[in-house]
């Protein structure tokens, strides 16, 4: 190896033909704690958030052009694992449901003009739920730590 040159692939980088960058987002990684309130008395919700670690942490406030309204307040049983907004079916506007997964359960809400607790939606609600999604037109997808669980309309 003394004395003997080591060629080193190089290559030119080309600019992005068929890719446009249209947003860029700082990252919240690891969102360590959070609070969604009105703490600066602005009469808009704010979110802020403390990320990071040691010396990268810090406090962020995420302010969003439309002001949030809160719709329903409740307190939840234990910290969540996973928070999910899914439609029935591909034909609705708006989501349907907000899926909460926890430990040992998954709590099923239904959105229309109020946010209420359902127990016939078809998930499984006595297993933590990893992935909730909507697969094809009118199906949803459950996928928890023993299986799928697939449930038509």
């Known amino acids: 190896?003394?004395?003997?040159?080591?060629?080193?692939?190089?290559?030119?980088l080309h600019p992005l033909r068929n890719l446009n960058p249209i947003d860029e987002t700082d990252s919240l990684s690891p969102i360590v704690q959070m609070h969604v309130g009105d703490l600066a008395k602005e009469d808009a919700s704010q979110i802020y958030c403390l990320s990071g670690r040691g010396t990268r942490s810090s406090l962020r406030v995420l302010r969003h052009g439309l002001p949030m309204t809160e719709m329903a307040v409740s307190e939840l049983?234990?910290?969540?694992?996973?928070?999910?907004?899914?439609?029935?079916?591909?034909?609705?506007?708006?989501?349907?449901?907000?899926?909460?997964?926890?430990?040992?359960?998954?709590?099923?809400?239904?959105?229309?003009?109020?946010?209420?607790?359902?127990?016939?939606?078809?998930?499984?609600?006595t297993s933590m739920t990893l992935s909730v999604s909507l697969l094809g037109d009118d199906a949803l997808l459950q996928v928890h730590p023993n299986g799928i669980r697939h449930i038509r309309s």
Do not use: C, H
Not at 93 to 101: H, P, T
């Open 1 to 12: 190896m003394d004395g003997e040159s080591i060629n080193i692939p190089l290559f030119k």
């Open 77 to 125: 049983p234990a910290n969540p694992n996973g928070v999910w907004t899914v439609k029935r079916s591909k034909k609705e506007e708006f989501d349907s449901y907000i899926v909460v997964s926890f430990q040992n359960a998954t709590l099923v809400l239904s959105i229309g003009e109020t946010v209420e607790e359902v127990t016939d939606s078809g998930f499984l609600a």
